[in-house]
């Protein structure tokens, strides 16, 4: 596989995951809001935020790839 592809699809396995996380830390927030632990849902909640944040990272590195690689003029 090209060089620029493994990169690529490294990126896009590490959002997945990132996301993937996030997920879990979501259903954690959700149990622990209906057992009204406040604190441990927010806890939760941030946690999965800043796993969103990552892989928007990791999505931002793809597209910045792509803008250097991409001609504006076919």
Known sequence: MREGLEEAA???DAAA???EQAAKHCKTAARHFRDEEVP???AHAWAAFGHIRAA???LEAQA???ARASN???
């Open 10 to 12: 490294a990126l896009y």
């Open 56 to 58: 928007e990272e990791s």
């Open 64 to 66: 910045r790839t792509h």
């Open 40 to 42: 441990r849902g927010a």
């Open 72 to 74: 504006p003029n076919p």
């Open 17 to 19: 995951e990132e996301l």
